[in-house]
Structures are given as structure tokens and as C-alpha cells.
């Protein structure tokens, strides 16, 4: 079945650049997304990339594709306090009429240092 | 502004006890899903549902049912609760022309005991 790693944790520095990672392993997939989970809150969408993408840039967030590594990145420049949460990425086999179905990594926490 | 709301935050229950996890969103989304997040095991798929009545086994059904009897309603049923299904249970919707866009609720922190 499908599969997406993320690794744990990331801590940076207040005003640095974050870049978070994530590989999946189908490569049907058609969308790949971004969440944010901000402490005892739900998930909310922040990006989302089709597959026939390299790049998609949305004020400080950059995602970049890697389609034939299968390699997600989301890069968050000048990074704020507010920034830190937990990112998910997630990746969908396109439309079914099936209701989507999301594949979801382990989540990376991101925690932002003075 | 899409909402999607859990009818509780917290939940406390005992073994064996039948449980009604309840969602509501007012976005007349055609989509609804069940997800549970467990620390680094990410968010699992339950169930879904993309249309009232219908709903389709996700990738962990197993000691849960759901239930759509109307559009803007799905509920998560746990019929026996065990320890090993206290969790945080998140519930989203989407649109059908836009399913790739998933909305969350808050998320019901559920401890079996």
C-alpha cells in the first residue's frame, strides 16, 4: 500500500529558513499536500502541489516536487514562533468519486527557538 | 468560512462501553471522514462517506461503525470500547467537486479506561 515518512522533529532558529521533508511511495499519486496542526487544534490545509508540478510558491511557503525521487519538501522562509506545529504531508490518488482518500505521513514537529 | 465541529473535546469512557462520536459541518459537503492520530503513526482513515447512507471502509475499520443519515452529520460508533481505541479521533469533510480539499474539526480526545 502507499506510504509517506517524514522524519519527527525540526527546530530552527526564529527568522531562519525551515524546510520540512516527506517521500511517498505511489507513484500514481496526483496530489500532494501540506497540513498544519497547531496545538490542540484540527489539521488545516496550507498547499497542495498536482503531480505535474515542480513548484508552487504561496508567500513564504515554497513546496517542491521531486516526482521521479518521490520527494516532497515544504520550505518556510523567515519562520516565525507562530510557525511551530506539527506539518503533515499527504499524498491522493487523484478523483475517484470515492471521496479522495489521504495517505498521511507521521507528521514532522516543528519547534521555532528564540 | 467552512466548519466542522466534534461534539466533544474530551471524552472519557470505560471498557466495554458503547460510544457516539458525533460530526456536523455547514458546508453541504458531499464528502465526510473519520480519522485517528496517534503519536508517529499519523492520522489512520477510519471511514468515509460520500453521500448520506453510503460509506466505505478505510484503511483501520475494525471495532468501529459509522453512521450518515444526513448530510451535514457523520458519526464515529464505537460499539465495545477497549483501551487500545483511546486516541484523538478527527473528523473532515470535503466537497465533491473539490475532494482533494479536506476540512477538519477540532479533533474529541477519547481515553478509554
Redesign the interface.
Known amino acids: 500500500?502507499e506510504d509517506?515518512e517524514q522524519s519527527?522533529f525540526l527546530s530552527v532558529r526564529e527568522g531562519d529558513s525551515s524546510v520540512i521533508n516527506c517521500t511517498y511511495t505511489d507513484s500514481s499519486s496526483t496530489?500532494l499536500?501540506w497540513?498544519k496542526q497547531e496545538p490542540?487544534?484540527?489539521?488545516?490545509?496550507l498547499t497542495?502541489i498536482f503531480s505535474n508540478m515542480d513548484m508552487k510558491q504561496d508567500q513564504r511557503l515554497t513546496v517542491l516536487l521531486n516526482k521521479k525521487d518521490k520527494h516532497l519538501s515544504l520550505r518556510i522562509a523567515d519562520t516565525q514562533t507562530g510557525d511551530s506545529a506539527i506539518y503533515?504531508c499527504a499524498e491522493?490518488g487523484g478523483?475517484t468519486?470515492?471521496?479522495?482518500?489521504?495517505t498521511?505521513?507521521?507528521?514532522t514537529q516543528l519547534k521555532v527557538e528564540l | 468560512d467552512v466548519k466542522v465541529t466534534q461534539s466533544s473535546r474530551y471524552l472519557v469512557k470505560r471498557t466495554g462501553e458503547k460510544v457516539f462520536l458525533e460530526c456536523v459541518q455547514d458546508m453541504d459537503h458531499e464528502n465526510m471522514f473519520w480519522y485517528r492520530q496517534d503519536p508517529g503513526l499519523g492520522l489512520r482513515l477510519i471511514y468515509f462517506s460520500y453521500d448520506v447512507k453510503m460509506k466505505e471502509k478505510g484503511d483501520i475499520p475494525e471495532g468501529y461503525s459509522v453512521s450518515r443519515e444526513k448530510k451535514e452529520r457523520f458519526s464515529l460508533i464505537l460499539e465495545s470500547a477497549s483501551t487500545n481505541q483511546t486516541s484523538m479521533y478527527l473528523c473532515a469533510s470535503s466537497p465533491e467537486d473539490r475532494e482533494y480539499e479536506q476540512y477538519f474539526g477540532p479533533g474529541t480526545r477519547l481515553t478509554v479506561t
Open positions: 500500500g509517506v519527527l496530489y499536500y497540513y490542540g487544534a484540527g489539521l488545516q490545509l497542495y503533515f491522493s478523483v468519486g470515492g471521496g479522495n482518500k489521504l498521511f505521513g507521521t507528521g
